[in-house]
């Protein structure tokens, strides 16, 4: 099964000449045959964030939203307040297995992620951290294998 993607970058400092995670997760995404209905840059502000994010989830083009970025617990990162009130149902599968797969890699850093997954609007939502490696990680070993497995589910609403 196919899927179509909003990619997010959540940075107030990337752009699309440094954007490696946002790359990376194209390029993960389309290896795997899916398709990358839109990919943008937004600094770290909620309300932008959430905006762009409601957008994707309102299309009907869209299966899921993968961000990259604003997971940590600096001033600025607020992605988990943005995005996780928007979920109707958490997969805390997503975020404890992330978190354990990071501390095989990171060690005891791997505390300091708040990355999440969920389905919001009938559509799949995760939410990484913005290095390249969290972002191989979390697409390679969680999201990429369920993906088709998660969006048929959702299609038999």
Same mark, same amino acid.
């Given at each position: 099964?196919?899927?179509?993607?909003?990619?997010?970058?959540?940075?107030?400092?990337?752009?699309?000449?440094?954007?490696?995670?946002?790359?990376?997760?194209?390029?993960?995404?389309?290896?795997?045959?899916?398709?990358?209905?839109?990919?943008?840059?937004?600094?770290?502000?909620?309300?932008?964030?959430?905006?762009?994010?409601?957008?994707?989830?309102?299309?009907?083009?869209?299966?899921?939203?993968?961000?990259?970025?604003?997971? %940590? #617990? /600096?001033?600025?990162?607020?992605? !988990?307040?943005?995005?996780?009130?928007?979920?109707?149902? =958490? &997969?805390?599968?997503?975020?404890?297995?992330?978190?354990?797969?990071?501390?095989?890699?990171?060690?005891?850093?791997?505390?300091?992620?708040?990355?999440?997954? %969920? #389905? /919001?609007?009938?559509?799949?939502? !995760?939410?990484?951290?913005?290095?390249?490696?969290?972002? =191989? &990680?979390?697409?390679?070993?969680?999201?990429?294998?369920?993906?088709?497995?998660?969006?048929?589910?959702?299609?038999?609403?």
């Amino acid at each position: 099964m196919i899927a179509r993607l909003g990619l997010l970058t959540i940075s107030d400092t990337r752009t699309l000449d440094n954007d490696r995670s946002g790359a990376l997760m194209r390029e993960l995404v389309q290896g795997h045959h899916h398709e990358v209905v839109d990919a943008r840059i937004v600094p770290d502000d909620p309300q932008r964030v959430r905006s762009v994010v409601h957008e994707w989830l309102r299309r009907d083009d869209c299966d899921a939203v993968i961000t990259s970025g604003g997971t %940590g #617990v /600096s001033a600025r990162d607020q992605t !988990f307040e943005a995005l996780s009130e928007m979920l109707d149902q =958490r &997969l805390d599968g997503f975020g404890e297995l992330f978190r354990m797969l990071s501390w095989e890699e990171i060690g005891s850093a791997a505390m300091v992620s708040r990355a999440f997954g %969920g #389905v /919001s609007q009938g559509k799949l939502l !995760f939410a990484l951290p913005g290095s390249t490696a969290a972002v =191989r &990680l979390a697409l390679e070993k969680l999201i990429l294998p369920e993906l088709s497995h998660l969006l048929g589910e959702l299609r038999k609403r």
